[in-house]
């Protein structure tokens, strides 16, 4: 019977450790693939969290000088600063009064069309001559 024992139980082949560590990397790397898609994704579609700073200031305007030298118009609470940037600091240049609120704006009259405007232009020249 010893003998039919050993026959009946074959082993089992080994798995490679090659084999094994490719199915690993390959199954990690996947998951650090689709955790930089989705946060790509939530960035692009503005699902990130907003920084509560942001509302109290805010670059309204920006001129390039040079490569790395530009003039910026920076909206804080109660004022409008002109900053000048370089590479190695920043200086304040001038402080502007705060922008009205756009709510307290009058809006401004409809734009006439341009046929109107050219008519009325041939009028004005027509009347000096």
Known sequence: MNSTQ???VTPQPAISTGSMLTQVSGVLTAIIILIL???WLAK?????ARRGGSQQLNISASCQLGQRERVVIVDVDDARLVLGITAQQ????HTLPAK???GSTDLPAAPT???QILHS???????KS
């Open 6 to 8: 050993q026959q009946s």
């Open 37 to 39: 898609a989705i946060a």
């Open 44 to 48: 692009r579609f503005g699902f990130t």
């Open 90 to 93: 920043i200086t304040h240049l």
């Open 100 to 102: 009205p609120a756009q």
């Open 113 to 115: 069309d341009f046929r």
């Open 121 to 127: 232009l041939r009028k004005g020249q027509g009347k």
